[in-house]
């Protein structure tokens, strides 16, 4: 079970612009559910874990469950989640199902994350969404110390373009 609290690693994470201001950009971090699909075959195999689905009071919720051997039942963890803007029921599904692997440790450590503020140059300035889509070029690095995140760094193929804490692990650009 402790595989599942592990940090996922920074090709199991994905990151898109939240928003675009006069000064900069804001990018989120996030998971999907592949990543929580993922891990939950490799931390307690594919065999040994569930989801369902269910409505209450209207709303899409996920329920992931997880076969314990030492008491020989299903142990469950649910949470609702919520419509996206470009398909509202699967989108609902989806963050549910990631929303109940977040109570079972999976990618938690992305609540910790620091801001991630991105100063625009001229260019992405006038064409936010060009902007958008070269971010998914980017290379990010991070370590993490106790399992908390120590080091988040981005490069975007010609400058370092965010960092936050201190690289212990000095890679190749």
């Known amino acids: 079970?402790?595989?599942?609290n592990k940090p996922l690693t920074i090709d199991e994470i994905e990151f898109r612009v939240q928003s675009v201001t006069a000064k900069g950009a804001i990018i989120l971090p996030y998971k999907d559910a592949r990543a929580d699909m993922n891990r939950l075959d490799e931390s307690v195999g594919a065999l040994n874990w569930k989801r369902e689905n269910v409505v209450i009071d209207g709303n899409i919720h996920c329920i992931v469950s997880i076969w314990c051997e030492k008491k020989q039942q299903w142990?469950?963890?649910?949470?609702?989640?919520?419509?996206?803007?470009?398909?509202?029921?699967?989108?609902?599904?989806?963050?549910?199902?990631?929303?109940?692997?977040?109570?079972?440790?999976?990618?938690?450590?992305?609540?910790?994350?620091?801001?991630?503020?991105?100063?625009?140059?001229?260019?992405?300035?006038?064409?936010?969404?060009?902007?958008?889509?070269?971010?998914?070029?980017?290379?990010?690095?991070?370590?993490?110390?106790?399992?908390?995140?120590?080091y988040l760094g981005a490069h975007d193929g010609k400058s370092i373009r965010f960092e936050y804490g201190k690289i212990k692990n000095i890679v190749k650009r």
């Open 1 to 4: 079970m402790t595989e599942l």
């Open 75 to 150: 142990v469950s963890k649910m949470d609702v989640g919520t419509e996206s803007n470009t398909e509202a029921v699967k989108g609902q599904v989806s963050d549910a199902f990631k929303r109940a692997c977040f109570n079972w440790g999976i990618g938690r450590e992305l609540y910790d994350y620091p801001l991630i503020f991105v100063q625009l140059n001229n260019e992405e300035k006038a064409n936010p969404k060009a902007f958008n889509f070269a971010l998914k070029k980017w290379r990010w690095h991070s370590e993490f110390s106790d399992g908390k995140l120590s």
